[in-house]
C-alpha cells in the first residue's frame, strides 16, 4: 500500500506541530487528546526501560511546554541547569558561609528571573506613578509556569541545604522532575523529595491505578469545560469586564459564579494532571480538598491550593518566625506571609489586597483560637457549623472580588452595586433570562458539597467495569465534552499566574 504525499498538506501539518501564541497547548484542547495518545502508546511499550522512559517523559514534557509557550522552555532548562549544579555544590561544601551563600545565589537568581518576567513593568509603574519617573514600560510575555516551576526549584535547593535529602546525581533526572508535563504548567507544585525517588522505580500500574487516573482526568474534564467554562463565558467575564453596568443581582451571581469557576477550572487541571500521572504509575500531591466546606479560614487553606500553601508555610512563614516569637510577630509573620502569597499570583495591588485580607481574616482566627472556651459563643451543631461554613465563603467571596477585578475602581464597584444597588425586583427577570446559569451553579455547588469518601466509591465500581466499558464510558464523555466546549478555548485562570 503506498501513500500519496502529494495529498499531505505539510503547511497545515507544520501550524499543528510548531507553538501557536493564539492557540496554545492545553489539557483541554483537541490537539493534546493526539499529542497524549501518542505519548501514552510510546511510553507503555518502554515502562519497564527506566533510561528510555526517562528520556521519552523529557522530550515529550519539553515539547508540551515548546507547545504552550514557544521557546521560553528554554527557562526550564536554563533553571534546571543552574539549580542542579548549586544544589549539588552546596551538597559537596564543607562549610556552612559557602553553603548558605549558594544557597542565597540560588535564591535570588530564581527569584530574580520571576521578577523580571512578573513584576518589571509592576515596579517601574509604581515608581513613575509615586516618584514622578519616566521609566519606559517594556512588552514582557509571562512565561507559562514560571511561577510554579520557580518555587519548586528554590524548594529542592532549601531542602538540599536543609540537609533533608542528597541531591540527585543525574541532571536527567532532575530536568524530568522539574518538567513533568501533566504538573509543568499550573501544578501542583511538586516537592523533589516526594516525587524523585518515584522517577527510577519500578512501575507497574494496577486497575485501582487506571480507575484512578480515569476518573480523575474524565471529573477534572467536567469541572474545566462543564462547569468553569460556560459560567465564565455566560455571566463571569461580562458582568467583572464593566460592573457599573449591571445591578447588585448580577454582580452577586457573578461573584458566586467566579467562586465556582476558579475553582473548577484550577482543581479540574490538578485532577487532570494527578489522573494522567497515576496513569503513568506516579503520583503527585493533591492540592484541592472540597475548600467550600470549610468552616473557618484556617481550614480553607488547608484545603485550597495545599501545595502554595504548605510552601509558604514550610518556606516563608517558618523560616520567618511562624508563631514561635510571640502572639505580635505570629500575626506579622501570617501578613507577610499572605502578601507575598498575593503578590505571587500577580504583579497587581488587586492581589495584594487579596492576599492582605486573607492575612487579616488568619490573624483575627488566631486569636479567637486563643479566647478561653467558656468565654466564646455557645456552640450549638450542627447548626453553629452551617453557620460557619456559610460565613467563611461569603468572606472568600468578599477576597474573589479583588482577585477577579482588574483594578480597584472595578472592585469597589462590584461591591457597591451589591450592597447599594441590589434591585431585588429584577431577580424574577434575572432568573428567566440566566436559568442555564443557575443551573450551572447549582449543579457546581451540588457536586462540591457531595462527601470525598464518594470519589473512593466511585473508583472502585469503574475498577468493576469490563475494558470495552471503560472505553466506551471515556468515549462517550469526550463526545460530550466536544458537544459542550466553547468555540474558542477558555483560558485557564492559573495560566497567568
Given at each position: ?10 503547511k497545515?501539518?507544520?501550524?499543528q506541530?510548531l ?12 490537539f ?5 495518545g501518542l ?48 544544589s ?44 514622578n ?6 512588552s514582557?510575555?509571562l ?6 516551576y ?24 532532575y ?17 523533589a ?24 482526568i474524565?471529573t ?11 459560567l ?10 464593566d ?12 461573584t458566586?459564579?467566579?467562586a ?11 485532577d487532570?494532571?494527578?489522573?494522567m ?9 493533591v ?7 470549610s ?28 508563631n ?21 499570583h500577580?504583579?497587581?495591588w488587586n ?8 492575612g487579616?481574616?488568619l490573624s483575627i482566627?488566631?486569636?479567637y ?16 457549623k ?20 482588574h ?10 452595586q451589591?450592597?447599594?444597588n441590589?434591585?431585588p ?6 432568573v ?6 443557575l ?8 457536586l462540591h458539597?457531595?462527601?470525598?469518601h464518594?470519589?473512593?466509591f466511585?473508583i ?9 466499558g ?18 474558542k ?9
Open positions: 500500500m503506498s501513500i500519496n504525499l502529494s495529498h499531505i498538506d505539510f497545515l501539518l507544520a501550524e506541530l507553538y501557536n501564541s493564539r492557540d496554545p497547548l492545553l489539557f483541554n484542547s483537541s493534546f487528546l493526539y499529542f497524549f505519548f501514552f502508546l510510546i511510553y507503555s511499550l518502554f515502562i519497564n526501560k527506566v533510561n528510555a522512559r526517562i528520556s521519552i517523559v523529557i522530550l515529550f514534557s519539553l515539547y508540551f511546554f515548546y507547545k504552550a509557550c514557544g521557546y521560553y522552555v528554554g527557562l526550564i532548562i536554563l533553571s534546571a541547569v543552574v539549580d542542579f549544579f548549586i549539588n555544590s552546596i551538597y559537596k561544601a564543607r562549610t556552612s558561609g559557602v553553603k548558605r551563600l549558594l544557597l542565597i545565589i540560588s535564591i535570588v537568581l530564581n527569584l530574580g528571573m520571576l521578577s523580571y518576567f512578573k513584576y518589571y513593568n509592576f515596579f517601574l509603574e509604581n515608581s513613575n506613578l509615586l516618584f519617573t519616566n521609566y519606559t514600560i517594556i514582557i510575555a512565561p507559562v509556569g514560571i511561577s510554579f520557580t518555587f519548586e526549584n528554590i524548594s529542592y535547593t532549601i531542602d538540599v541545604y536543609r540537609g533533608h535529602f542528597k541531591p540527585i546525581k543525574s541532571f536527567g533526572d530536568l524530568f522532575f522539574l518538567s513533568f508535563f501533566p504538573k509543568l504548567m499550573m501544578g501542583p507544585i511538586v516537592r523529595a516526594d516525587f524523585i525517588p518515584q522517577i527510577r522505580s519500578k512501575l507497574s500500574p494496577t486497575h485501582f491505578d487506571l480507575a484512578f487516573g480515569l476518573f480523575y474524565l477534572g474534564c467536567f469541572k474545566k469545560i462543564v462547569i468553569s467554562d460556560f465564565r463565558t455566560n455571566i463571569v467575564d461580562f458582568v467583572f469586564d460592573p457599573s453596568r449591571y445591578n447588585g443581582v448580577y454582580c452577586l451571581t457573578a458566586y459564579a467566579y465556582l469557576v476558579i475553582y473548577c477550572d484550577f482543581s479540574g487541571y490538578s487532570m494532571a494527578r489522573g500521572a497515576k496513569w503513568m504509575g506516579y503520583d503527585i500531591n492540592n484541592f480538598l472540597a475548600p467550600y466546606q468552616a473557618n479560614i484556617t481550614e480553607f487553606w488547608r484545603k485550597w491550593h495545599i501545595s502554595l500553601s504548605s510552601w509558604l508555610r514550610d518556606y516563608l512563614y517558618i523560616p520567618l518566625g511562624g514561635r516569637k510571640g502572639k505580635i510577630q505570629t500575626y506579622i509573620n501570617l501578613m507577610i506571609t499572605m502578601l507575598l502569597g498575593g503578590l505571587w500577580g504583579a497587581s492581589f495584594i489586597i487579596w492576599g492582605g485580607l486573607h487579616a481574616a482566627h488566631k486569636l483560637g486563643q479566647i478561653p472556651a467558656q468565654l466564646r459563643f455557645k456552640r450549638i451543631e450542627p447548626v453553629t452551617v453557620f460557619n461554613i456559610i460565613l467563611t465563603f461569603h468572606f472568600v467571596c468578599l477576597c474573589w472580588i479583588f482577585f477577579a477585578c483594578s480597584f475602581q472595578d472592585s469597589f464597584t462590584v461591591i457597591h451589591i450592597v447599594n441590589f434591585q425586583e429584577s431577580i424574577y427577570i434575572f428567566s433570562h440566566y436559568r442555564y446559569v443551573l450551572g451553579l447549582c449543579t457546581g455547588f451540588f458539597a457531595l462527601p470525598m464518594l470519589n473512593t466511585l472502585n465500581k469503574i475498577i468493576q467495569v469490563p475494558v470495552w471503560k472505553l466506551a464510558i471515556t468515549i462517550t464523555f469526550l463526545l460530550l465534552m466536544a458537544y459542550l466546549k466553547m468555540e478555548p477558555v483560558m485557564p485562570i492559573y495560566l497567568q499566574f
